[in-house]
């Protein structure tokens, strides 16, 4: 198979299979919206705890991935499918973990959050319904990493697809016909992922079985994937706060302003997600080249990969510079808002070919396993992005704060990542083989 074929069947599976959790939301924000308003500020709260705890935990994926593949590449595939085992039991106890953990805390977490009293019951009756789902979805992030590694792309996205579709159908009878409210919405996603966990595991087992490979949990082969999974932990870590210090300074520009940094977050995010395909697409080939030895190749396979992301970028950078305009007529009413996302969309086309750039090599590092440096880099951009996203504050507060804020995260932040990762790239110590 040629090099584009290897990457439009791991990559464009991968970025229908990344929307699927995004959905599941969606049919919840839909359903609960019905409800009133605070059912609805409740299930926002609730609904960031879990998504900071399921991004904080996709090191399950990405490590396994990258574990998997490096094995397939050496010709032990199914010593790869032990070591994606264990990353499901890791999931499995991490999930039942925190479940535990978070359920009694629920109240002083949705308070940490800015849940006010009116609002707090509806957030904590949410997270508390839905944490019985947490270790089914950990181990769909174990499951998904050892598919992507098999370079199967596919099983992924059938059983989102599958899942999103069985969780708007739950939401439905549970928060309506058995009138449970918001809570139903919660036991409904929890089902679903519970289920979804459960597929998962069954189709990695079963194919574990064929080879031979061990299933009992071995906590030698955990503490491995935890080992390999804390550098990316660390790597989310520093991204997560980057995100969530540019949501602290545009806060600080009032209500408009802040209104179309969520507008132009939200569309970031969206074609993010396209960009990141191609970077899981990069994980698996890269890792499957390292592992069966072959640096020339890797190198080679990176080269090319490199400028199908970046022309992906600036495509998608294109696009929506050409359509801000409705796109700002979409989301708001509001004419200021509207001009402020129009603003924001042109500064977000400019540099998407730039992130593209930093998404690839992010992935392909990933991948060659270079989870430490990786680390080390997000602690440098984020101790450089810092100081440039505060500055935004001394600017007049507004429209013009806000512009530079995004000049600062989309330049700045993308800018320092692009520095530290394409040295990484140019140099040889990630090429490590076997």
């Keep these: 198979m040629s090099l584009t074929s290897r990457i439009l069947a791991l990559a464009v599976p991968a970025f229908a299979a990344l929307l699927a959790h995004p959905l599941m939301l969606l049919a919840d924000t839909f359903i609960v919206g019905r409800l009133g308003t605070l059912p609805l500020a409740g299930l926002s709260i609730g609904s960031g705890l879990l998504l900071t705890v399921v991004g904080l935990s996709i090191f399950l994926a990405y490590g396994s991935t990258a574990v998997v ?5 050496a010709g032990r595939t199914r010593r790869g499918l032990e070591m994606g085992v264990q990353a499901m039991w890791v999931g499995a106890a991490m999930g039942a973990v925190l479940a535990l953990v978070m359920w009694p805390t629920a109240p002083w977490l949705a308070a940490g959050l ?28 174990g499951a998904t990493g050892t598919f992507r590694g098999l370079s199967d792309a596919r099983t992924p996205l059938v059983l989102s697809i599958a899942v999103a579709g069985l969780n708007l159908l739950l939401n439905v009878v549970l928060v309506f016909g058995a009138g449970m409210g918001i809570a139903g919405a919660a036991l409904g996603t929890a089902i679903a992922e519970t289920l979804l966990g459960l597929t998962a595991a069954l189709l990695v087992t079963r194919q574990a079985r064929r080879q031979g ?54 569309v970031w995010n969206l074609l993010a997600y396209a960009l990141d395909a191609l970077a899981i697409a990069g994980q698996t080939i890269i890792a499957t080249a390292l592992g069966a030895g072959d ?61 593209g ?78």
């Design 213 to 266: 490979a061990r299933l009992a949990p071995s906590w030698t082969d955990m503490r491995h994937s935890l080992m390999v999974g804390f550098p990316l932990w660390l790597r989310t870590v520093t991204l997560r706060a980057a995100l969530l210090l540019t949501t602290y300074v545009a806060a600080a520009q009032g209500a408009a302003a802040l209104a179309a940094h969520h507008i132009a977050m939200n």
């Design 357 to 434: 750039y930093v998404y690839l090599l992010d992935g392909v590092l990933i991948g060659a396993g270079d989870g430490p440096f990786l680390a080390k880099a997000g602690v440098i951009t984020l101790v450089v992005y810092a100081p440039l996203a505060l500055l935004a504050l001394l600017l007049p507060a507004g429209p013009t704060a806000l512009l530079g804020l995004w000049v600062a995260f989309t330049v700045g932040f993308m800018g320092a990542r692009a520095v530290t990762l394409g040295l990484r790239a140019r140099g040889e110590a990630w090429l490590a083989t076997g």
């Design 295 to 355: 640096r020339a190749e890797a190198r080679s396979f990176t080269s090319t990969m490199k400028r199908w992301s970046v022309g992906a970028g600036v495509l998608l950078g294109v696009a929506a510079i050409l359509t801000r305009g409705p796109i700002a007529a979409a989301f708001s009413t509001d004419a200021e808002v509207r001009e402020l996302v129009g603003r924001l969309l042109l500064v977000v086309g400019a540099t998407l070919g730039l992130a």
């Design 114 to 141: 800015g849940a006010g009293p009116d609002v707090a019951p509806y957030a904590v009756d949410y997270l508390r319904w839905s944490l019985p789902g947490l270790p089914g979805m950990l181990v769909m992030l």
């Design 69 to 73: 593949a490096r094995h397939v590449g």
